[in-house]
């Protein structure tokens, strides 16, 4: 993060954070008979939709306050990681 800088750094992980949901989406519709359809691709498609206004709230707001938006974003990271162990449960 210090030789690329954190908005990259943030825009990367969001990336890739991004396609492990469109993995998860599409799994649960190719795998729909292993898994609960409607968990998977429901609780997926909500938690990429939460990361995306995520993104849109870190890039909006770094530009005033990068050190608090930085520390927001990245405790929303982790919020999206314990939903993730909550949406297990149904799947």
Known sequence: A????????????AAVLGLNYASAVIQGLVFSNSFNTVAMVGGHLALAALLAR??????????????TSLKVYYKQIWDLFYL????????
């Open 2 to 13: 210090t030789r690329l800088g954190p908005n990259r750094v943030a825009k990367a992980a």
């Open 54 to 67: 995520n993104v849109a709230r870190y890039l909006r707001n770094s530009q005033t306050n990068l050190a």
């Open 84 to 91: 993730e162990y909550a949406l297990y449960i149904f799947i």
